[in-house]
């Protein structure tokens, strides 16, 4: 069974500091791996995917994400955080074969202080 | 504009009664998906559509029943047999086949409340 574990349900940081998500999954094949964005009270939005191509992926807003198979690893970096990305993130797994299912992560809080 | 509607914004359930919620998309995507968020936890899969006429229960189907006449449309009914229906409840769609590569695109999300 695919599976995805946020290591931290709540992360604090100061504005203009670097954003540290983590993330881990269990894998039995090749994964595809995203991360989503939650704005209070909104549905969710993409912001990068990993399916198998650079392990280094760039995402929107100045996010990236780096695949580390040896490590089941697949954290989520901003370099400078910004007011606005104070949101819930998730991130999901989903295996090449079963298509249509995701398996989501239980959420990290991001809050961004001044 | 494209993209999924969900309607309404707010809903709220008296004991013993059906609620319907209602997911529209416009994207022309073969795939729909109902899933449910509580507080502190992630979406849980409740019922999704791969083609008209034709869905598959979830992780937690339970007490909530769906249709799919239409490609565009995939109401999610909660039924009196669901005994904890207050939730965050999230509509989905995604296109079909390896170059979709599973990516979903989500609605704004209705909230259930209990009377």
């Known amino acids: 069974a695919q599976s995805v574990t946020q290591l931290d349900s709540h992360v604090s940081v100061s504005e203009g500091t670097p954003v540290l998500l983590r993330c881990n999954y269990s894998?039995?094949?090749?994964?595809?791996l995203f991360w989503y964005v939650q704005h209070p009270n909104k549905g969710l939005q993409l912001l990068l995917k990993?399916?198998?191509?650079?392990?280094l992926v760039k995402g929107i807003n100045g996010f990236e994400a780096e695949f580390k198979k040896s490590e089941t690893s697949f954290h989520l970096t901003k370099p400078s955080a910004h007011m606005s990305d104070a949101a819930e993130y998730f991130c999901?797994?989903?295996?090449?074969?079963?298509?249509?299912?995701?398996?989501f992560g239980t959420g990290t809080r991001l809050q961004v202080t001044l | 504009d494209g993209g999924i509607t969900q309607s309404p914004k707010y809903l709220f359930r008296k004991e013993g009664q059906n609620v319907t919620l209602s997911c529209e998309q416009n994207?022309?995507?073969?795939?729909m998906y109902w899933y449910r968020q509580d507080p502190g936890q992630g979406l849980r899969l409740i019922y999704y559509?791969?083609?008209?006429?034709?869905?598959q229960k979830g992780d937690i189907a339970e007490g909530y029943s769906v249709s799919r006449e239409k490609k565009e449309s995939f109401p999610l009914t909660v039924t009196s047999a669901q005994k904890n229906p207050t939730a965050f409840y999230l509509c989905?769609?995604?296109?079909?086949?390896?170059?979709?590569?599973?990516?979903?695109?989500f609605g704004a999300g209705t909230r259930l409340s209990v009377l």
């Open positions: 559509s791969q083609i008209v006429n034709d869905f």
């Open positions: 994207l022309n995507h073969d795939a």
């Open positions: 999901v797994v989903s295996y090449t074969g079963t298509a249509s299912k995701l398996t």
């Open positions: 989905a769609s995604s296109m079909q086949g390896r170059l979709a590569k599973n990516i979903q695109y």
């Open positions: 990993y399916t198998s191509a650079a392990t």
């Open positions: 894998s039995s094949y090749s994964p595809s």
